[in-house]
């Protein structure tokens, strides 16, 4: 049972554009998700967060939206450029007694910035 | 230079045998954890450990074993009970305490049993 979807294996945008990458999560437990961006036979770079207190973190052109009564977050990244070409990972996480658990990730959006 | 350290890049074993992965991180970070990765596959995880000589498992820990004797290395040994071995293999560290969640990656080991 996948507890974070991300229902966009590939998405091709424009250089300059917006890039909306969308990430559904079923556990409502879950209390802070992360977005990670990721080359092939790298590891995940850690790209912005968001606490479940909140409903936006920005980042100079990563801005992360949570909405908690749809379980869905995005990441808006805004221009666009190609260097953003990659996977970008969702992932979820909560807080347990010990500290924070592991993350729970999805299978990853495939970003292409056309120029 | 802080960070995290996975050697080797790629690892060749024959079926049956053990083989064990390196993980070392340098930025005195508290807890550290193992994900393997398949191809179109999210990052699932497969032990992680909050402090020294304690560790957990993951959502997929059977045919793993893991030690943390000392707080900067975690390694991870891929056993001969595991039925699908050959994956991307990543490490990652959290610098530790309740407000701290992001995990910081090393490069990543990829592994190949045949």
């Known amino acids: 049972d996948q507890q974070v979807k991300q229902n966009s294996p590939s998405l091709s945008v424009q250089e300059g554009r917006i890039s909306i990458l969308n990430c559904d999560y079923t556990?409502?437990?879950?209390?802070?998700f992360l977005w990670y961006k990721k080359y092939p036979a790298e590891g995940p770079t850690f790209l912005i967060s968001?606490?479940?207190?909140?409903d936006k973190n920005e980042d100079g052109r990563f801005t992360v939206f949570l909405n908690k009564s749809a379980k869905h977050l995005s990441l808006h990244i805004v221009p666009s450029q190609p260097g953003d070409s990659a996977v970008y990972f969702c992932a979820a996480s909560m807080y347990s007694g010990g500290g924070a658990d592991g993350l729970t990730f999805g299978k990853g959006t495939h970003l292409i910035i056309q120029p | 230079d802080g960070g995290i350290t996975q050697s080797p890049k790629y690892l060749f074993r024959k079926e049956g045998q053990n083989v064990t992965l390196s993980c070392e991180q340098n930025?005195?970070?508290?807890?550290m954890y193992w994900y393997r990765q398949d191809p179109g596959q999210g990052l699932r995880l497969i032990y992680y450990?909050?402090?020294?000589?304690?560790?957990q498992k993951g959502d997929i820990a059977e045919g793993y074993s893991v030690s943390r004797e000392k707080k900067e290395s975690f390694p991870l040994t891929v056993t001969s009970a595991q039925k699908n071995p050959t994956a991307f293999y990543l490490c990652?560290?959290?610098?530790?305490?309740?407000?701290?969640?992001?995990?910081?990656f090393g490069p990543g080991t990829r592994l190949t049993v045949t």
């Open positions: 450990s909050q402090i020294v000589n304690d560790f």
């Open positions: 930025l005195n970070h508290d807890a």
């Open positions: 556990n409502s437990m879950f209390d802070y």
């Open positions: 968001i606490s479940s207190i909140k």
């Open positions: 990652a560290s959290r610098r530790g305490g309740g407000s701290s969640y992001e995990q910081y």
